[in-house]
């Protein structure tokens, strides 16, 4: 298990769009859970969302309907699709991998999830 490699993150002006990908070393990818995870300035790091093994995402209150998560099990990568960014978004995003791909991973406490990218700031600026 090798910690997975994050990119996309940059500047993006309000309203504007990132993607992140999040690129894993797992030996079976497929049955991993991945959640998506933020940290800002002043902040507890949050829960933004994740997505099964089945698949199927889940989304925190406050980007719903503005992310997307996916997954490509044949290159083993992650994506959060970000748009209509605000100023509030502003953080520093982590991806992590979860052994138990088939469970609720809403309900699994990010203590639980095993491999942590090195995380990517973004920035939502005018």
């Known amino acids: 298990q090798v910690q997975p490699v994050e990119s996309g993150g940059g500047l993006a002006q309000p309203g504007g769009s990132l993607r992140l990908s999040c690129t894993f070393s797992?030996?079976?990818?497929?049955?991993?859970?991945i959640g998506w995870f933020r940290q800002s300035p002043g902040k507890e790091r949050e829960w933004v969302g994740c997505i099964s093994s089945a698949p199927s995402s889940h989304y925190a209150d406050s980007v719903k309907g503005r992310f997307t998560i996916s997954r490509d099990d044949t290159t083993k990568t992650a994506y959060l699709q970000m748009n209509g960014l605000n100023v509030e978004d502003t953080a520093v995003y982590y991806c992590?991998?979860?052994?138990?791909?088939?469970?609720?991973?809403?309900?699994?406490?990010?203590?639980?999830?095993?491999?942590w990218g090195q995380g990517t700031q973004v920035t939502v600026s005018s």
């Open positions: 992590a991998s979860y052994h138990h791909g088939g469970a609720y991973c809403p309900a699994v406490d990010m203590t639980r999830y095993e491999n």
């Open positions: 797992l030996r079976d990818f497929d049955y991993y859970a």
